[in-house]
């Protein structure tokens, strides 16, 4: 003979998910749009800072005697020169 089967009961006193409300879904993608915002303007300055360094080391202009292979606007010259 086999033993009758007793099923085993638990009770949980809180739930055990949380309810999850249309504020926090708002405030979790106000804070992603934030973070992303950050990264894309810290990417922008390192980016920017880089070429500022790098017109820095390698200066090509005939102010600083070095000839550049670049077409002149002619901007500097005053009007009907």
């Known amino acids: 003979m086999q033993e009758p089967i007793t099923p085993v009961i638990i009770e949980?006193?809180?739930p055990a998910t949380e309810e999850i409300t249309v504020a926090d879904i708002l405030i979790g993608?106000?804070?992603f749009t934030g973070v992303?915002?950050?990264v894309a303007v810290?990417?922008?300055v390192l980016f920017?800072?880089?070429l500022i360094?790098?017109?820095r080391?390698?200066?090509a202009n005939a102010i600083n005697g070095e000839t550049a292979n670049q077409?002149?606007?002619g901007l500097h010259l005053p009007p009907g020169s």
């Open 71 to 73: 077409t002149s606007l």
């Open 42 to 44: 810290a990417l922008a």
């Open 12 to 14: 949980l006193a809180e």
């Open 29 to 31: 993608a106000f804070s």
């Open 48 to 50: 920017a800072g880089g």
């Open 57 to 59: 080391l390698r200066p």
């Open 53 to 55: 360094g790098l017109r």
């Open 36 to 38: 992303l915002l950050l």
